[in-house]
């Protein structure tokens, strides 16, 4: 495994726009929480500009959490790095002996898988490297890619594949994943490469990007159940916050984006019943959202890194107290 300076293989997403809207709430210090740490890009970033703040880190990997730490040594006094997932927020907080509601100015969420975990060719998240069907973020626990390959029934992996991946083919996949691992479990990245080669048909393969994107996709939030922790995660990284605190949720795909997009309208609608003419009080918005839409790199960060290309930011600021 490759253990060199994370720094110059990563470069943080929309970290221009991500201290735009998240510094004001830093300026007089407070605590940041990073609930996907990964190598530290972000949180360095910040530690740097806001010398007042104090860090609480969150990763599910313990290996990420390693390099960051050494990453972040210069701040060691600020920073608390606790290893969860980001559903973890209010265990997090109380392990940095801070109350899990109200407490924070400032909450980053960078979702989906880390450059650390693409880059590292034997945990299996890479089709374009033949490695063990790992997946797991967290490679402490739980079931691997290949477990649920070998395992689960055919309605669920065409469930799975159609909707996490939204595979048009996910019941020929299923079909032909059951059928080889009669002969011989799915050990490895290359045999499912293998598989999905030969059974998606060519025209698409051809103008559908790599056919074993979306398959991979599915897996990978299956395994680390990642639609599941942000459901949870969500709420309460928002009750976190203290007022004139905010928040920035970058997203990779579409599911994990309509679920960001739905909860920051709702708490950012007025709870008054809608035939009373004025607002009650305490019933207002808690949220007020930050961005027009979900916000998408430009073209020259795109450029400047790749993988920033299917991100959707959205962002909010608490303006009134929970209840």
Do not use: C, W
């Amino acid at each position: 495994m490759n253990h060199e300076d994370p720094g110059p293989r990563h470069v943080p997403v929309l970290l221009r726009r991500a201290d735009e809207i998240l510094g004001p709430a830093l300026t007089s210090g407070g605590v940041l929480i990073d609930a996907t740490l990964g190598l530290g890009g972000h949180s360095e970033h910040f530690l740097r500009t806001y010398p007042k703040i104090r860090l609480v880190g969150l990763d599910r990997d313990t290996e990420a959490l390693k390099l960051a730490g050494a990453r972040l040594e210069p701040f060691a006094d600020r920073i608390t790095l606790v290893h969860t997932r980001y559903d973890g927020i209010a265990d997090a907080l109380r392990e940095a002996g801070l109350p899990p509601t109200n407490s924070v100015r400032a909450i980053l969420m960078d979702l989906g898988v880390s450059s650390m975990q693409l880059d590292e060719t034997d945990r299996g998240f890479a089709y374009s490297v033949d490695a063990p069907l790992d997946m797991r973020m967290d490679s402490t626990t739980g079931p691997t890619a290949a477990d649920v390959l070998n395992t689960y029934g055919h309605g669920d992996l065409a469930r799975i594949l159609k909707t996490y991946g939204e595979e048009r083919f996910a019941g020929k996949i299923a079909s032909e994943v059951i059928r080889r691992r009669e002969r011989k479990p799915f050990t490895t990245s290359g045999e499912l490469v293998e598989l999905l080669y030969d059974t998606i048909p060519a025209a698409t393969r051809r103008t559908g990007g790599h056919p074993a994107k979306r398959t991979f996709q599915a897996l990978r939030i299956e395994v680390n159940r990642e639609l599941e922790s942000l459901e949870a995660a969500l709420p309460a990284a928002l009750d976190a916050l203290e007022v004139g605190g905010r928040i920035v949720v970058m997203s990779y795909q579409s599911l994990e984006d309509k679920l960001v997009k739905q909860l920051l309208a709702q708490r950012s609608a007025s709870r008054t019943p809608v035939d009373l003419p004025v607002e009650l009080p305490g019933m207002g918005p808690e949220f007020k959202v930050l961005t027009r839409g979900a916000e998408k790199a430009t073209e020259e960060e795109i450029a400047e890194n790749p993988r920033a290309a299917p991100v959707r930011m959205r962002a909010a600021e608490r303006i009134e107290a929970a209840g």
